[in-house]
T-cell receptor
Framework: AQTVTQSQPEMSVQEAETVTLSCTYD???????LFWYKQPPSRQMILVIR??????QNATENRFSVNFQKAAKSFSLKISDSQLGDAAMYFC????????????FGSGTRLLVRP | DAGITQSPRHKVTETGTPVTLRCHQT?????MYWYRQDPGHGLRLIHY???????DKGEVSDGYSVSRSKTEDFLLTLESATSSQTSVYFC????????????FGPGTRLTVT
């Protein structure tokens, strides 16, 4: 069975600085998708970034980028120029490419942003 | 934002009572999902639907049933609520199964006393 692990329950970053959130996963599949979701206090789940396992190039979305290490089964999220609005819970998630529909989530990392 | 609404947004109920949560979408997406979120567990899939009247179980389906009689509505029922079902429930939708992001509704906080 696939599992997703986020070993950092909470992280803190100074405004305008850079922070990296860690995620590791376990799978025997060769093709899959990985996601980072943000959950602010409003509780809404917001997709931040997505990575296809067959792509070697790391995904980037504005200030958000990932470091995808397929062999190590590692998928970290880097937030550059952190802003107060980045404060939230961040969840890493995995999904197979085939007809298995479900997202498998990690337990989350709470990000605090200090002004 | 994807057109997904959940009702009610908050509910308090007593142990042993039936509860139905509704997810409504205006996107005409084929796939719909119910997740629950608990501290330390992230989100876990309860049930999902891949079309009208087509549903299947997720990893934490015990004590829950679902129904989908129309494309736009996906109902989650707790036949006899228990305190262990106190949680935040999220509905999600996707256009395709394996090749599309899932978009989430705003969540329903359910408290079973």
């Amino acid at each position: 069975a696939q599992t997703v692990t986020q070993s950092q329950p909470e992280m803190s970053v100074q405004e305008a600085e850079t922070v990296t959130l860690s995620c590791t996963y376990d799978t025997s599949e060769s093709d899959y998708y990985l996601f980072w979701y943000k959950q602010p206090p409003s509780r809404q789940m917001i997709l931040v970034i997505r990575q296809e396992a067959y792509k070697q190039q790391n995904a980037t979305e504005n200030r958000f980028s990932v470091n995808f290490q397929k062999a190590a089964k590692s998928f970290s999220l880097k937030i550059s120029d952190s802003q107060l609005g980045d404060a939230a819970m961040y969840f890493c998630a995995y999904r197979r490419v085939d007809s298995s529909y479900k997202l498998i989530f990690g337990s989350g990392t709470r990000l605090l942003v200090r002004p | 934002d994807a057109g997904i609404t959940q009702s009610p947004r908050h509910k308090v109920t007593e142990t042993g009572t039936p509860v139905t949560l509704r997810c409504h979408q205006t996107e005409n997406h084929r796939y719909m999902y119910w997740y629950r979120q608990d501290p330390g567990h992230g989100l876990r899939l309860i049930h999902y639907s891949y079309g009208v009247k087509d549903t299947d179980k997720g990893e934490v389906s015990d004590g829950y049933s679902v129904s989908r009689s129309k494309t736009e509505d996906f109902l989650l029922t707790l036949e006899s609520a228990t305190s262990s079902q106190t949680s935040v429930y999220f509905c999600a939708i996707s256009l395709l199964a394996g090749y599309d992001e899932q978009y989430f509704g705003p969540g329903t906080r359910l408290t079973v006393t």
